[in-house]
């Protein structure tokens, strides 16, 4: 059974719903036959209220368990150690399983590498601490065994593990800016997120870097809360759009830009074994790259995406 702990009261259906990315139909089905528990008491109530700290279980069916397709890729590691890993997830690849997922993820490829992974996350997420959408690419952290992902888990919340991302926008931001509004499901667009009155807090935390002649802007982004799809919905709030995001409003035709131009460029952590501070980069890919070596003065560029100053752009939040 995978179990999880909300992080803010709702209904056990709809917390669900936002946990495993699946539709409303699935998740009452998969109550009302039994297969959720809080605290270890089945419910097959779906309004059934849920509160922070509570248990959830849920298992499938042994029919509904999805068949893991061919491994035909691979993925560049940028550390690894007895406790835990460090990967660039490119574009495209699905961080873990769920059912509505027919594609092999990330979680799928560390297993299939025979990678020793966490289970306290059950068993569709062994190992993962954080995650990235699909489109988006970048550093994460895979946890190899429970007491590193308690202690890398612990760090999310204290703030001392974290990312800083770059970004192509359609249009300059005004200013360097923070947005702090709450961000939920979108109650008319499944598929989206956005900010609502009784949404999960949000801030994030915006620079501007360089401009091009037409207008498209590299800009950094921190996170202080890690809310699905935050970067994008606090964009928006602001009228501007990542390159190649045309769920959330971008107007472009997917052969010319075929995914989210977001990218996890530098992760920081404390390690959880030695306690030593540490930093990984993540190069960009050739997309991005490509795009950004034709538009943007290479010189600036490097500048300001040093990896040992990349704190400093936003020392004065």
Known sequence: MNVFKPQSPNRLDKTLTNELDVS????????????????????????????????????????????????????????????????????????????????PTLVDWLIHKGISLSTISGEERHGIVHRIDKETTGALVVAKTNEAHEKLSAQLQDKSMGRYYLALIDCPLKDDTIVDKPIG???????????????????????????????????????????????????????????????????????????????AYLLYLVHPQTGEKMEFVAPLFDDMTRYMTKYFDQRLINEKINPLTMDTLFTHF
């Open 24 to 103: 409303r139909n699935q998740v009452e089905k998969l109550i009302k036959d039994g297969l959720v528990s809080v605290n270890g008491k089945i419910i097959t109530k779906t309004s059934y209220k849920v509160i922070e700290g509570d248990e959830i279980g849920y298992t499938f069916k042994e029919a509904e368990k999805r068949v893991v397709p061919p491994i035909d890729f691979d993925v560049e590691i940028l550390y690894e150690d007895e406790h835990l890993l460090i990967v660039n997830k490119p574009s495209g690849l699905v961080v873990h399983p769920a059912p509505s997922v027919k594609e």
């Open 185 to 263: 499901r979108n109650p008319k667009h499944r598929l989206k997120m956005d900010v609502v009155p009784h949404g999960k807090s949000a801030k994030t935390a915006f620079v501007k870097l360089a401009q091009t002649e037409h207008g498209v802007e590299l800009i950094a982004a921190k996170l202080f809360t890690g809310r699905t799809h935050q970067i994008r919905v606090h964009l928006n709030t602001l009228g501007r759009h990542i390159l190649g995001d045309d769920l959330y409003g971008f107007k472009s035709k997917r052969d010319k830009i075929q995914r989210v131009n977001l990218h």
